[in-house]
């Protein structure tokens, strides 16, 4: 098992930056694939970004965050990083944490999840 809680939200005004954290207990953190999922209101959740243990990173395909997010992750802490810059309105949306091993989009644990709200 693998225990996820995620930091870091809150409201930011468009334009700004959030870093968010997602600190990791349990087993191995670095035997896991971690990436960051977010899921807007009224929509299903969406891959953002994940890493390997190796720094390997994933973004997701379309340019909703390619060039403004960046994935990281410090296994010393067991800990992984999502820095958000250039923050837009529409980035607003509950951004969850998920570890797994069967690759970028695809979580066997998730955390519960941290608020972003930008506003225009």
């Known amino acids: 098992q693998v225990q996820l809680v995620e930091s870091g939200g809150g409201l930011v005004q468009a334009g700004g930056s959030l870093r968010l954290s997602c600190a990791a207990s349990?087993?191995?953190?670095?035997?896991?694939?971690m990436g960051w999922f977010r899921q807007a209101p009224g929509k299903e959740r969406e891959f953002v970004a994940a890493?390997?243990?190796?720094?390997?990173?994933?973004?997701a395909d379309s340019d909703s965050v390619k060039g403004r997010f960046t994935i990281s992750r410090d296994n010393a802490k067991n800990t992984v990083y999502l820095q958000m810059n250039s923050l837009k309105p529409e980035d607003t949306a509950v951004y969850y944490c998920?570890?797994?091993?069967?690759?970028?989009?695809?979580?066997?644990?998730w955390g519960k999840g941290t608020l972003v709200t930008v506003s225009s």
């Open positions: 998920g570890a797994g091993v069967r690759g970028p989009t695809l979580m066997d644990y």
């Open positions: 890493i390997r243990w190796s720094s390997t990173t994933y973004y």
């Open positions: 349990g087993r191995t953190f670095s035997s896991y694939l």
